[in-house]
Every structure is written in C-alpha cells, then in structure tokens.
C-alpha cells in the first residue's frame, strides 16, 4: 500500500500561556501541502522500518540522523496501533521530501500515516476516539494529520476546529539550512504573559484565506527567537516577501518559510526567481 504524507503550513501561531507541566498553550490555523512524503507499508510479522531521501528531496542532508526504530515517531504509531487493533505488524519504507527541523510536520504526518495506513491494510478498524488518543499520545500536530485539510488548532494543538479548505491557493517553500528543535523555539520564545484567544472570531467572519491573511495579523510568536539565533531564516524571509507574495510566515518552529500567491503564475514566476538567486525552493498547493 503506497500512501502520502503531506507537509502542513501554520497559518499564525499565537503562544496565550504557559502551563504548569511545561506544555504552551496556543492557536494556530493549520494547513496541508500536495506535497510531502510518500510512505509504503506492507504485511509483516514484526515492525521493521527503512528511511531514505526521495530522488528530489531538496534538503536530504537532513535525513541523515533520522532513526529506523523505536525512536521514531512512525514505528511508536505501528506499535501503538498494532496493540490496539490485535494486528501481526508492518514493514514500513518511508521515502523523505520534508526536511527534519523544518516546522513542517513532516514526523508527526509519517506516524499518522502509518496509523491509518495499517489499519487500511488489513481491513481493520478502531472507534474514531481510541484513533484520536492514540494520535494525541504520539503528538498534537498527528492528530490534525488523521484529517489534514484546514483546521485551526487550539490547546496544546490538539483541540481541532476543521475549516473549508482553501484547494488549490500556490504556495512557495523557502527552505534554509538550519533545523530548528521545537522544543527549543517553545523555550526560547519565553512566553511569560496569559492572554486570550482570538483566532476563534476569525472563523465566524466566513474569509477566504488570502483576504484572511492579508487583512488581520496572524504572525508566529515562534519566528523572532529562531530569527534570531538563524540569521538565514530572515533571509529567506525576506526573499519571499520581495518576491510578490499575499502573505509570508516562517511555519511553526521553522525553519521553513512560506509564501502564498493569488496564482499559480505569479507563484512559478517568483519560484524561479528565488531558485535562480540560489534559494532552495518547493512549489505546491494547498489540498
């Protein structure tokens, strides 16, 4: 069974506090990508899993201290969800486009995945909640991969309020070379202050994306510290904003950063603008 895991964007991610087990609660509006890592998963006995760079991985050299068992996040969703369902076990082979440390979801969409993916295989089925608190153990950002789609997350991420997607919006990826520990960007952004969710009345306005983007302020509270101590994610950044973009952010915990575009011309054209300036560059659609 050949199966996609697609990337995801943020779409603003605002810290409102710190709780007392060290988790932030937070917004954000989450997004998936046509594009993203392809996962195959066949019948086994056991758990084995292989990971390697796709042909056209743009950042392969991230890959390299990516683990093949038990600490990786895609072999935990096997183990969890052959337990569940009484299953015999998978073998899975994993071929990389999402850079490790990018922000853009690429571990915690594997192990979604895989979650479904092997429940699809052999036919078998886990209640929608048992499904979701498995996801949830394994990380909030899996449990938005179960859907994909649109979504804003509320939280710790794993309250999820599924949107209207917006199909098909151009998007460009800047990818610099860093990687960027999401544990660390939490850390350094210090958040110290409580304050009150406001993502939430977006929603009742009915927006498209774009004008949405283009008219509140939906920055990432996570993008100065990484900024900060990675000089070429500003770089990036500004790259894109040059390049004709509606709206740019850095995603997540970085260090991706993305641009969206009114159309898929106006995306080619500043991607081959950016490639051509020596910017390590993706272009997709939101799906």
């Known amino acids: 069974m050949n199966l996609p895991a697609p990337a995801k964007i943020n779409i603003g991610l605002r810290l409102l506090r710190r709780r007392d087990d060290g988790y932030h609660e937070i917004e954000t509006f989450l997004h998936t990508m046509v594009w993203g890592d392809d996962i195959q998963i066949e019948p086994s006995d056991g758990i084995s899993l292989e990971v390697r760079p796709a042909a056209d991985a743009p950042r392969p050299e991230s890959f390299d201290k990516i683990p093949?068992?038990?600490?990786?996040?895609?072999?935990?969703?096997?183990?969890?969800?052959?337990?569940?369902?009484?299953?015999?076990?998978?073998?899975?082979?994993?071929?990389?486009?999402?850079?490790?440390?990018?922000?853009l979801?690429?571990?915690?969409?594997?192990?979604?995945?895989?979650?479904?993916?092997?429940?699809?295989?052999?036919?078998?089925?886990?209640?929608?909640?048992?499904?979701?608190?498995?996801?949830?153990?394994?990380?909030?950002?899996?449990?938005?991969?179960?859907?994909?789609?649109?979504?804003?997350?509320?939280?710790?991420?794993?309250?999820?309020?599924?949107?209207?997607?917006?199909?098909?919006?151009?998007?460009?990826?800047a990818l610099p070379p860093a990687s960027v520990s999401t544990r660390w960007a939490y850390r350094a952004a210090n958040c110290t202050l409580t304050r009150p969710g406001r993502y939430r009345e977006y929603l009742l306005n009915n927006r498209e994306l774009i004008e949405l983007c283009s008219r509140e302020e939906l920055s990432n509270d996570l993008q100065k510290a990484a900024v900060d101590a990675h000089p070429e994610i500003a770089a990036h950044l500004a790259a894109l904003n040059d390049s004709g973009t509606c709206f740019t952010s850095m995603t997540g915990s970085g260090s991706a950063v993305y641009g969206l575009f009114d159309s898929e011309k106006d995306a080619a054209e500043a991607a081959r603008k950016l490639a051509a300036d020596g910017f390590c560059i993706v272009r997709s659609v939101l799906q």
């Open 68 to 103: 093949s068992d038990s600490f990786n996040l895609a072999w935990q969703a096997a183990e969890a969800v052959i337990e569940a369902a009484g299953l015999p076990g998978v073998s899975i082979f994993i071929e990389k486009r999402i850079p490790v440390g990018s922000g």
């Open 105 to 173: 979801g690429g571990g915690s969409s594997d192990a979604a995945t895989v979650l479904k993916g092997t429940l699809q295989l052999y036919g078998a089925r886990l209640e929608p909640e048992e499904l979701q608190r498995i996801a949830l153990e394994l990380g909030a950002d899996v449990s938005f991969f179960l859907e994909g789609g649109f979504a804003l997350a509320e939280g710790v991420g794993e309250k999820l309020t599924s949107i209207e997607p917006a199909l098909g919006t151009p998007v460009v990826l």
